[in-house]
């Protein structure tokens, strides 16, 4: 439902906001809920963005899951300058 879609995102990025992971695994093989809802590529662009927020502009994360469908692979970091 659009309501657990909701709660898992949050969720998510709660856990990426407080603890600052590096990495980020995904017991699935596409973004989360895709195609259902594009929260999966939220929390990515979240995860990349907020990383590279904390580590002054360098890149240090990675998210991945079981074996990613090609489409998964075409999310990217997006930075505001």
């Not at 699935?28 to 929390?43: C, E, H, M, N």
């Amino acid at each position: 439902t659009q309501e657990y879609c909701t709660n898992f995102y949050n969720r998510t990025l709660d856990v990426i906001n407080r603890y600052n992971p590096d990495l980020l695994y995904f017991d699935v093989t596409v973004a989360p809920f895709y195609p259902i809802s594009d929260a999966g590529l939220k929390i990515a662009a979240h995860f990349y963005n907020h990383n590279m927020s904390t580590q002054k502009g360098k890149l240090n994360a990675v998210m991945f899951g079981k074996m990613l469908e090609s489409l998964g692979m075409g999310c990217r970091t997006w930075s505001s300058k």
